[in-house]
């Protein structure tokens, strides 16, 4: 008969961490600087707008403005005042809401690690933090840029906020100065002070070709722009593993991260185990991430005077071939 205390099995009840039966102590000053590397290593995640859940909460309700028009009666989803002569009766209006709804989604990671690692505790931190770290933060912004908001966050090309720049008549081109031109003009004026283009590295060499009159779009970092990163109408242009391949929607964004909501609980929640690999000499570790998010913008907005809509997010639209 096998001895059930050598075995591995699932929790039979409700459960949300078992506390490991002996094995190396994971310290609560660990896990809390694995969670601080884990934003300082991604790109996106260290810009998003954060929002902690409360202890006893899964999610987070959040009233926002419906607005998809700056224009007269649409302005705050319904808010408009009137100009009156003495006596008129007045006229009312109110706004207009809707409710952004986010559920905890969970990133996890998992890690095994031998006796001979462990008896090196200084070894094992580094190891595991800076791994760690660097992984989960690239998940974060890979689900920030484009997650399907399903078991993962809503990431900005999936939104229904995102503009698409066309491309031009016969565009052979992948990137032409018609395409920037277009895309921050359908960015939102209001984040022309804080958006970043993000592009995939490839997308580089055809920015150094493109030319308004006799003046380069594409300023190299350094040199007469005499800042540390490059920048296209003086907004930095920053290389991120996440855009997509050139030609594709996503290879080259426009983007006020700051109009993006993350929320998450408590940190990374870690907790080890000696059982699961016992007779191997191995502890295992599991890191557990719950966190969701998704674009505050849920369409684009349509000005005041004018056609073209408007958003902090901006791509162009697939290209080449």
Excluded at 139 to 151: F, H, R, V
């Amino acid at each position: 008969m096998t001895d059930e205390r050598l075995s591995t099995r699932a929790a039979s009840g409700l459960n949300e961490t078992t506390p490991s039966d002996g094995g190396f102590l994971v310290q609560q000053d660990f896990v809390t600087e694995l969670l601080k590397r884990t934003y300082e290593t991604g790109i996106l995640a260290s810009k998003a707008k954060k929002i902690p859940i409360s202890t006893n909460a899964n999610g987070l309700k959040i009233n926002a403005v419906d607005e998809d028009s700056r224009g007269n009666g649409s302005r705050w989803g319904g808010v408009q005042a009137f100009w009156e002569s003495e006596a008129d009766e007045h006229t009312g209006s109110k706004p207009k809401f809707r409710q952004l709804d986010l559920s905890l989604k969970k990133l996890t990671g998992l890690c095994y690690a031998t006796d001979e690692l462990l008896q090196d505790a200084a070894a094992l931190e580094s190891v595991i933090r800076q791994a760690f770290a660097e992984e989960f933060g690239f998940k974060i912004d890979d689900a920030i840029l484009d997650g399907s908001g399903e078991g993962q966050p809503l990431g900005i090309l999936k939104s229904g906020a995102l503009v698409k720049v066309e491309k031009e008549k016969d565009q052979s081109a992948v990137v032409t100065v018609e395409n920037i031109v277009k895309m921050w003009n359908r960015l939102w004026s209001k984040s022309r002070s804080s958006a970043v283009w993000y592009i995939n590295q490839e997308i580089e060499p055809y920015l150094y070709t493109l030319k308004l009159g006799d003046k380069p779009v594409y300023i190299p970092a350094g040199g007469i722009s005499e800042k540390p990163y490059a920048t296209i109408f003086g907004r930095p242009v920053v290389s991120l593993e996440q855009c997509n391949a050139p030609g594709e929607v996503g290879d080259i964004v426009l983007a006020d991260i700051g109009q993006y909501l993350l929320i998450d609980k408590g940190g990374v929640k870690a907790a080890s185990s000696i059982h699961v690999r016992f007779l191997y000499d191995e502890n295992v570790f599991r890191f557990i991430y719950r966190v969701d998010g998704k674009p505050i913008w849920n369409k684009p907005l349509a000005p005041y005077k004018g056609k073209a809509t408007v958003s902090p997010f901006v791509t162009l639209d697939k290209r080449g071939a």
